[in-house]
């Protein structure tokens, strides 16, 4: 067992704190070991995959606020559980960005981001100068190490009245499932400074394709030589705390929880968030793959082989535009 699976083991999924800890520690501990390697990876494919769908939560998104009138340089956005800055390259594309604010419980991972940023951010404004100082002026950021699903963001914000155009939250949102107190706190942090008419997007993982191989294999373990998952919960399954162990090579090792999709909706109702879609990647694949542009992003990025795609799942909220002040749970 790795350190990461003794830790886990030891902490009660109702410890004070939860199993976050854990998660960051397994996070902080893997090192950025640069692109060439990623290429290298035998998960690459699969991390090509991912990065493609998110680009499409993320540029439909965008082009949804350029068409309610929104312009270049114009947008704010937050990125929960940013890890090493995998989508900062997503959030510069549409040239929609003014600013960013990047969050994350492991610093180590939110420093490689920030590093990162700032290189991006440098190419960037030189090649600009160098167009006599033509075409929009990259996106400010800053970055803030929190407990998503335990501690308050808004007091963290340079100016913790900003609103959000876009708020994302990629392959992560699953951690905040461990208790319900959790999965408010992420919520509230995701909503909070969240304009009216804003989106909430994200990926996860597939709850119901992880049950079903659960079912399908009649025991608590299922996987391959790439990636394993232990089941540290019992049938029936609790509505938060749904616990399992997840490893993939090259990049996971820790705890995660079941995001059981109805209370999910159900509690994203009373944070004034409408489901806009919640899409199991294939059907979101099938609802792409006609336009040409994400055909052609997905054949760009190199990631068609993987077909059919991972059991992770799509998402997109709207923050509903009601006049009257927000209720919460
Ligand atoms: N969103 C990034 C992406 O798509 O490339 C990183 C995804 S990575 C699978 C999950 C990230 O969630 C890690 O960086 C981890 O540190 C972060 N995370 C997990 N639990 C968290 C929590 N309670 N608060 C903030 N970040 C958390």
């Known amino acids: 067992r790795s350190l990461g699976e003794n830790a886990a083991s ?56 350029r068409e309610a009138g929104k ?14 800055g995998g989508d900062l390259r997503k959030w510069e594309k549409s040239r929609m960005m003014r600013h960013v604010v990047f969050v994350d419980i492991a610093e180590v991972s939110l420093a490689n981001c920030k590093e990162r ?53 990629q392959f992560s949102f699953h951690y905040s499932f461990e208790s319900y107190l959790q999965a408010k706190q992420m919520l509230t942090n995701a909503t909070e400074n969240l304009k009216k008419g804003g989106y909430f997007i994200g990926t996860t993982v597939n709850a119901d394709r992880m049950v079903k191989r659960r079912r399908q294999c009649k025991g608590d373990e299922f996987g391959n030589e790439v990636y394993h998952v232990r089941f ?18 090259d990049a996971i090792s820790c705890p995660e929880f079941l995001v059981h999709f109805p209370t999910l909706e159900q509690l994203a109702t009373k944070f004034e968030l409408k489901l806009l879609y919640k899409h199991p990647f294939e059907k979101f694949h099938e609802l792409h793959a006609a336009r040409q542009d994400a055909r052609g992003l997905l054949n760009g990025m190199g990631a068609l082989e993987c077909y059919p795609p991972t059991s992770g799942e799509a998402l997109r909220f709207e923050e509903k535009q009601y006049d009257h002040a927000r209720k919460y749970v």
Not at 232 to 249: D, M, S, W
């Open 10 to 65: 030891q902490h009660s999924a109702t410890a004070e704190g939860g199993l976050a800890p854990v998660v960051a520690s397994h996070y902080n501990a893997i090192e950025e070991k640069g692109l060439e390697a990623r290429e290298d990876s035998t998960i690459v494919i699969l991390r090509k995959y991912n990065n493609w769908a998110k680009s499409m939560n993320f540029n439909d998104a965008m082009e949804n606020l």
């Open 71 to 84: 312009r270049y340089n114009d947008l704010v956005g937050l990125d929960l559980c940013c890890g090493k």
């Open 117 to 169: 940023y700032e290189e991006i951010y440098r190419k960037y404004e030189e090649q600009r100068r160098r167009r006599g100082g033509r075409g929009s002026a990259f996106f400010t950021a800053e970055f803030i190490v929190l407990d998503c699903t335990k501690d308050s963001l808004k007091s963290k914000l340079l100016n913790p009245e900003m609103e959000f155009d876009i708020v994302s939250c």
């Open 232 to 249: 540290e919960c019992n049938e029936p399954y609790q509505t938060y705390g749904a616990r399992y162990f997840f490893k993939l090579q």
